[in-house]
């Protein structure tokens, strides 16, 4: 590590109220894709078979929150779900996660699922890799979160969820990756006002991060790219790690469509579609009142 390390700011340090809850972000892809002005036949039986997922989630008392997003300029959906804690989890993929696991493996494919929580037990990851679906799980490290947790409003606010991986080298980059994700923090809190979160965790078992952050709206990520923290800091990062996956979910605008692919990022957007919060909400996505 050729920098050096600094404590981390009490803001970055304040103890996360996320509890037990596990998030689960991940993309599905049609296993034959339709043309430029088509969708093939697998991929609307795939867009079927995540919504009949959809209500049996919802009506799944430990599914805190579930979304089925549609990939802006691909054919994917972007899923998320946020559970009560790793009971929940396992019980929804012993039960509607199996019922429905045939019938949309034989239209479609699961690509990365970026797992988040505070401690993740080994029997969760089990849970998920026995229906081998590509995944990596994150624990969180350090973060903040502005007011007060509350949901910020689903018409404007974008959700953004990383995977960074250290370069191939004789020795480990995992510390100084946390390092500068830390400067990214520590600036932004002041210097972005519209980074309503960002929360950084550690991916078990790879020298990699999984990177969370939401903004109030497109002006703020805007903001974030060009002017803030990711325009300060990225040069940085590239030198020591790459991103292998970014998913974004909210109303991306084409302008940062565009702009992001000049910063070479991995990324899917998504709209949102069919989506449901449980009365109070969530820490991991934000409480409503």
Known sequence: MSIQAEPLPSFLTEPSR????IS???????????GLFRKSAESKEMLQEWEDIHVGARNDSGVLSTEINHAVGEDAVLVHHVFKDSDALINYFSTTATEHMVALTSVAKPEMHLIRGTNIPASTKDAIMAKNIPAVF?????????????HPDYDDAIMVTAKWTCKSSDESHLEELKYWWQRVGTD????????????????????????????????DLMFHLTKGTAEKYKKDIDLI??????????????TIRTYSKFMHLPATY?????HYTEPGGSMMDGTID
């Open 270 to 274: 998504s709209s949102l579609g069919s």
């Open 138 to 150: 994150g624990e969180l490290i350090y973060g903040f979160v502005k007011e007060d947790y509350q």
């Open 24 to 34: 689960i972000t991940g993309k599905w892809v049609p296993i034959k894709k339709g």
């Open 188 to 219: 932004a809190y002041s210097m972005e006002e519209g980074m309503l979160r960002f929360e950084v965790y550690q991916v078990a078992g790879e020298d990699a991060l999984i990177i969370h952050e939401v903004f109030r709206k497109n002006e």
């Open 18 to 21: 996320i509890g037990h809850e």
């Open 241 to 254: 790690a790459a991103p292998e996956n970014y998913f974004f979910r909210g109303p991306v605008s084409w």
